[in-house]
């Protein structure tokens, strides 16, 4: 991990237990705008990268640091050496870990003016894309003390404020105890709940929409830029691994008719738009004793070369091809009704079946 010292602005590398330390969270400009890696190394002979715009965010950072008795600060554009491969994968893998470990983290809001109240509704604050974009969701969940600025680096307020708590969780439809420094963390959430609050963010990049989630879900795994399979894709493989939580099925979409089928894995968080009232319960577990005398099926599933092997209740709709598959989850507010989604047997003795429509409440 490398760190910014703040006393002489040469970056230093910790292999454990880094000191502590300070994060900018900021959306990034032009890159040619922002100070790299390669450019902070050459500052001391090259001083015109002074002048990029970039470099007062440092300057910012660096003197908000000091102000709170801390020695070095970590920033993505300038700690990170892009042009080693390892290293990216490294950092991209480890972010979440950093965000939570540092002592503090300065949100800096370039679209936000500092003379109005950020708990109006038409407000800069509310209005802000650093809410729209995908990096800045484990940045804002990660870190326990998050201050934000606006863009003349004015005091807005900190997370910890409960007025300010309750503002965000409107903006961004996380729970607003979620948010709360004493609150329960991300991992305590069902799969589909925590795609939700990913749902109406947006990446530069499609494949950081997957990268920029893997701390949120605990997961890591290989960065590809470029890959012939969805990032998302493998993204959602390896939640499976993890995770028997069956809510990673319950997307949605919306511009596809009824009729069309698909694969039980999505390609962006945005189809999870409309199921955040999906808590972290079990419907087959709770409602087993309804099922007797057969037990319940297993929870686990598993990806094969063969698509993904799992084991559903199913009660046929249409013929002997169209099934409703029960889903071992609930809508908050129909907690005795399961999800289901229609399954699509695929012709032959294979037993294999594609997906079709939306999911349903059974």
């Known amino acids: 991990m490398h760190l910014l010292n703040v006393h002489t602005l040469a970056l230093e590398s910790f292999s454990r237990d880094p000191p502590p330390y300070a994060c900018l969270s900021h959306r990034w400009g032009r890159p ?18 002074q002048r990029k715009p970039g470099f007062t965010k440092i300057l910012r950072c660096k003197l908000q640091a000091i102000k709170h008795g801390l020695d070095y600060i970590w920033i993505d554009t300038c700690c990170i050496d892009q042009s080693i491969n390892t290293e990216l ?9 950093w965000y939570q470990d540092c002592d503090r983290c300065f949100v800096y809001m370039n679209d936000v003016r500092s003379d109005q109240p950020p708990n109006a509704d038409d407000s800069d604050f509310a209005r802000s894309q650093w809410f729209r ?6 940045e804002l969940l990660a870190p326990l003390n998050v201050t934000f600025f606006a863009r003349d680096w004015k005091k807005i307020g900190k997370k910890a404020h409960q007025a300010l708590v309750g503002r965000m969780s409107r903006i961004t439809g996380i729970p607003a105890n979620v948010l709360s420094v004493d609150g329960p963390r991300p991992e305590s ?15 530069t990049r499609k494949e950081d929409m997957a990268y920029s ?6 997961v890591t795994m290989p960065i590809i830029y470029g890959g012939s399979e969805n990032s998302f894709v493998r993204f959602q493989k390896e939640i499976m691994k993890n995770s028997h939580d069956q809510s990673i099925f319950a997307w949605v ?13 999505t390609s962006s968080p945005a189809y999870f ?14 409602f087993s004793k309804l099922m007797a005398p057969d037990p319940p099926p297993k929870a686990d599933y598993s990806h094969t070369n063969n698509g993904i092997r799992i084991t559903l209740p199913m009660k046929p709709v249409e013929g002997d091809s169209l099934y409703l598959a029960m889903l071992r989850c609930t809508l908050l507010d129909e ?21 079709q429509g939306e999911h349903i409440l059974l």
């Open 189 to 203: 959430f069902s799969v589909a709940r925590r795609m939700f609050w990913a749902s109406q963010r947006e990446t």
């Open 213 to 218: 989630l893997m701390g949120i879900m605990g």
């Open 335 to 355: 907690p005795s009704r399961p999800l289901c989604i229609y399954l699509q047997q695929l012709a032959g003795p294979s037993n294999q079946n594609l997906r």
């Open 133 to 138: 974009r995908g990096w800045t969701l484990q």
């Open 89 to 97: 994968h490294e950092a991209i893998n480890s972010m979440w870990q």
């Open 32 to 49: 040619e705008d922002e100070v790299s890696f390669r450019d902070i190394k050459r500052l001391h002979i090259q001083p015109d990268v």
């Open 273 to 286: 738009t409309d199921v955040d009232e999906i808590p972290f319960n079990d419907f087959v577990v709770k």
């Open 253 to 265: 979409t919306e511009s596809a008719p009824p009729s069309t089928t698909t694969g039980l894995l």
